[in-house]
C-alpha cells in the first residue's frame, strides 16, 4: 500500500467531489428529495455562504450536495481526506489503526475513528445479497472466537465473554459473508444465511448436521483438516487476516461495535486483488456504498 496520494481526488476539493458525483451519479445529478433529474441545475458563481457543489432542483425547489443523503452528510471533514481515509482502509489486508489515519491526515483521534466507522458503515451492504450458495455450489462455514474458545474459555472476569462468537460462510470461489451470533445459536443463522440447496462442508460440529441437502465434515479433533475438496481451508485462511488484524491492528473492539468491522474485512475479502481488484478499484466500490446510510457520532451503532 502506498501513502502517496498523488491521484487529484486526493488532493483538489473539486475533483474529489466531482469523483464522488460521478459514482454517485453516473448518469447526471438526481434530486435526494424528489427524485428528478431532468431539472437540476448548478449553482453557478457560488457565494462564499453557498456549499461547493450545491444543485438546485427547479421540481421541487431543494438545494442539495453530493453527501446529502450519504454517510458523509453534515460531515465537515473535506472530501479529499475522506478519499485517503477510504483508501488506506481498503487497500490495508489487515485493517488501518485510527491512530494511524489521524496521524496521516492530521485530524485528531475522535474524528479519525468516528470517520472510520463511518467507512465501514459504507463498506457493509444495505441489503443483504440474498442467500449465499444454491444448487451445485460448495458453501465452507465456520466459527470463530476473538478469545479463548468454549474448550478453554474458564469462568472469571479475567476471561473474554462467550458472546463473542463469529460465524463466517464463503462460497468456494465467490462471496464471504461473517455474522455475530451475539447470542442466536449457529442453526438460525444458517437459515438466514444458507441457500439449503448448497454443497454445506465444515468441521465436525453436529450442529451443521442437516443444515443443508449435501453436508460433508472434516474431524479436526482426530487432526483430520483436509480430504480431497472437503477442508474449510479457505475460512481458516481468512479467520488468520482477521484475527491478525483484531489482535494487531485494532486491539481493542467493543462488542456492539463488532458488525463493522466485520463488515470491514469481509469487503475487502469480496473485492480482493485475486479477483482482480485493484486498491483503487477497491476503494471506488467502496464509495458506492455511501448512499442511504446516516452514522450519527452519538448513534455510531
Known sequence: MSYAFTDPMFTDETAAREALE?????????????????????????????????????????????????????????????????????????????????????????????????????????????????????????????????????????????????????????????????????RRALVENLDDRSRLVTDGAKTYVGQADQHESVDHSKYEWARGDVHTNTLEGFFSIFKRGMVGTYQHCKTGHLHRYLAEFDFRYNNRSALGISDRERTVNAMCGIEGKRLTYRRPD
Open 22 to 186: 460521478s459514482i454517485r451519479w453516473p448518469d447526471g445529478p438526481i434530486c435526494v428529495h424528489c427524485g428528478a433529474f431532468e431539472h437540476i441545475v448548478r449553482v453557478a458563481g457560488a457565494k462564499q455562504s453557498h456549499r461547493p457543489g450545491l444543485l438546485y432542483c427547479n421540481d421541487c425547489k431543494g438545494q442539495f450536495t453530493v453527501t446529502v443523503g450519504t454517510v458523509f452528510e453534515r460531515s465537515k471533514i473535506p472530501l479529499t481526506k475522506w478519499w485517503m481515509a477510504t483508501f488506506m482502509l481498503a487497500s490495508s489486508k489487515k485493517g488501518v489503526s485510527s491512530h494511524q489515519i489521524s496521524r496521516t491526515l492530521g485530524v485528531t483521534y475522535k474524528t479519525a475513528w468516528f470517520m472510520t466507522h463511518r467507512i465501514r458503515e459504507a463498506m457493509a451492504p444495505g441489503v443483504k445479497g440474498g442467500l449465499l450458495g444454491g444448487s451445485g455450489v460448495t458453501v465452507e462455514a465456520d466459527e470463530t472466537f476473538l478469545s479463548k474458545s468454549t474448550k478453554t474459555r474458564k469462568t472469571g472476569p479475567l476471561h473474554a465473554k462467550p458472546d463473542r462468537v463469529v460465524l463466517s460462510l464463503v462460497e468456494r470461489g465467490g462471496s464471504l459473508r461473517s455474522v455475530h451470533l451475539d447470542g442466536k445459536d449457529v
